[in-house]
């Protein structure tokens, strides 16, 4: 009887023990578009640089995970929690479906007017701690008519596939 328990015992410990894959591809599988940065970690604080008490340009941002599609990306970096409803710091509309990275004080397609009115990147600069979201959105087209924002919403919208997100968090010393 105990021959019989210790073999149990050993074929448990050798069906544990082996590897098994992390993941399983599924044919038809969706892959999940991601956003980050090489400057920052999602959920972590946006460096001095990228701000308006730094040198006030945009962080480097890459992507993976495109979904087949894709014929262009618009990219908004806004601050919901600015006092008079969200702020935004940069809209870029029109970046090209090859697009990977984007890179520091670049800018990857046409810009839109911020809430300073600016057509440019306008880095955070709150008084108290805020949130700030780079949001990119694939879409199934290449060129979108909008003019400003409150026409890019809709567009984006229409013609989404799917969007990622990366969250930083500043707050002026």
């Not at 995970?65 to 908004?76: C, E, H, R, Y």
């Not at 809430?115 to 008084?127: D, F, L, N, R």
């Not at 026409?151 to 969250?167: D, G, N, S």
Request: glycine content about 6%; some cysteine; overall charge negative.
């Amino acid at each position: 009887m105990r021959v019989v328990i210790a073999l149990v015992l050993l074929l448990f410990l050798v069906a544990c023990s082996q590897e098994k894959p992390q993941t399983e591809r599924i044919e038809g599988e969706v892959e999940i578009m991601k956003i980050w940065s090489n400057d920052f970690k999602n959920g972590d604080m946006i460096p001095r640089k990228f701000t308006c008490q730094g040198e006030d340009v945009n962080p480097h941002l890459a992507l993976d995970g495109v979904p087949a599609g894709t014929k262009s990306f618009a990219l908004i970096f806004d601050d919901p929690d600015a006092p008079a409803g969200t702020w935004i710091h940069w809209i870029v509309k029109d970046i090209p479906a090859d697009v990977r990275e984007i890179k520091e004080n670049s800018v990857p397609g046409e810009q839109l007017s911020n809430s300073w009115g600016k057509e440019e990147y306008g880095g955070p600069c709150p008084p108290a701690l805020h949130r700030y979201f780079f949001r990119l959105y694939a879409l199934n087209v290449e060129h979108l008519d909008a003019e400003n924002s409150e026409e890019l919403y809709p567009q984006v919208e229409e013609h989404l596939i799917t969007k990622a997100e990366l969250m930083g968090k500043y707050k002026k010393s």
